[in-house]
């Protein structure tokens, strides 16, 4: 089994940062893509940002400028740095790890980012 840890979350205003972690562990061969989504009331879930095993990565085009992601191969992490936050982005964010030869995704249990404004 795998398990996704996500800490960081919070309470900022409008203009702040926060950084985001989700360390992954258990039985873990290689990991694909790592990354984040995320989920606010009344909305879908959607991607924000991920990063591949050689380190390319994609944003969503509203966090572009504002977000960055990155990964701690060694430690099996990733993180996403959230700068000029905006109230837009309060939601619930997840990570994902795609894991092994089959790519088998696994999912953290959220962290709640609110901003305000």
């Known amino acids: 089994q795998v398990q996704l840890v996500e800490s960081g979350g919070g309470l900022v205003q409008a203009g702040g940062s926060l950084r985001l972690s989700c360390g992954a562990s258990?039985?873990?061969?290689?990991?694909?893509?790592m990354g984040w989504y995320r989920q606010a009331p009344g909305k879908q879930r959607e991607s924000v940002a991920h990063?591949?095993?050689?380190?390319?990565?994609d944003y969503l085009d509203s966090v572009k400028g504002r977000f960055t992601i990155s990964r701690d191969n060694s430690k099996n992490t990733v993180f996403l740095q959230m700068n000029s936050l905006k109230p837009e982005d309060t939601a619930i964010y997840y990570c994902f790890a795609n894991i092994g030869a089959w790519g088998t995704t696994y999912w953290g249990q959220g962290t709640q980012v609110t901003v305000s404004s």
């Open positions: 990063i591949t095993s050689a380190g390319n990565t």
């Open positions: 258990g039985s873990i061969s290689s990991i694909n893509a």
